[in-house]
């Protein structure tokens, strides 16, 4: 075969994953729009009381740091986190500046500039799924989030990060999207396993583990959009990041 035709199919090939890729996405997006979904507000503060010591937890991220698929905010994944911290006695005021959509360049230019006025003792990430489904190159992705992670360390904050979801898991997608969109999220998880390895100031928490242990389409941890955590999913989540802020509270900084 001519070199010429093998770089007309080779463009061809690409032009229409291209085109999958893209009414793929649109699909996705009109089905998540067309849920019985309720969208949460931004830029929410809640007081979480307790008897002992003043804690100020910040939450940085896409809609899964805002909260998508919980009924409220306060069922957010970091407020099931600030609610289990004030059981321990601590009283927590709860920043989210979470907002659907963002990619980690976004949540780095927007959210994170305004994380050391807030004074955080404990600064919660969840961003990464859009990068995978908007297919912003990894290695990108991966200077981003080294970014993030500096700058949030410099407040003095315990930091935790939480992987990239289990897109594998999501009802959502069709199986083969499922299939491509997994391997660029396995990936990207390999690469923050690599940031945080060494550090004592940040925790990674394995979200990727507990969905692929416990979401499945019946286990009504998916919310009605088959994409975002119901409220139960969302208490999973949480209680990994509490493990892994134990962790983190134990060791020396």
């Known amino acids: 075969m001519r070199p010429e035709r093998v770089a007309r199919l080779a463009l061809a090939v690409l032009a229409s994953c291209a085109a999958y890729l893209g009414l793929s996405f649109a699909l996705i997006r009109r089905r998540i729009a067309s849920a019985a979904v309720p969208i949460l507000p931004f830029d929410v503060e809640l007081r979480f009381p307790g008897s002992g ?43 989210n500046l979470g907002v ?7 949540v780095l230019e927007s959210q994170v500039p305004r994380v050391p006025a807030l004074e955080p003792d404990v600064v ?51 199986l083969p999207l499922r299939v491509v969109f997994d391997r660029r999220a396995r990936r990207m998880n390999r690469e923050l ?6 550090r004592r100031d940040v925790a990674l928490v394995g979200i990727y583990e507990v969905m692929r ?41």
């Not at 099931?80 to 006695?89: F, Q």
């Open 53 to 95: 010591k003043p804690l100020t937890l910040v939450v940085v991220g896409d809609s899964t740091a805002q909260g998508i698929g919980a009924r409220d905010p306060d069922a957010s994944f970091g407020a099931c986190v600030a609610r289990a911290l004030a059981e321990e006695g601590r009283d927590v005021r709860l920043v």
């Open 100 to 106: 659907e959509g963002a990619l980690a360049s976004e």
């Open 124 to 174: 919660l990430v969840s961003v990464g799924g859009n990068d995978v489904i908007r297919w912003t190159p990894v290695r990108r992705y991966v200077r981003r989030m080294s970014e993030m992670l500096d700058a949030l360390v410099t407040t003095g904050a315990r930091v935790a990060v939480l992987d990239v979801p289990a897109i594998i898991t999501m009802p959502i997608l069709p």
């Open 193 to 198: 396993r690599g940031l945080v390895e060494g």
């Open 213 to 253: 242990r416990a979401f499945t389409r019946a286990s009504g941890h998916f919310c009605a959009d088959g994409h975002h955590p119901s409220p139960s999913g969302y208490t999973l989540w949480a209680e990994e990041v509490g493990r892994e802020l134990a962790r983190l509270e134990a060791s020396p900084r």
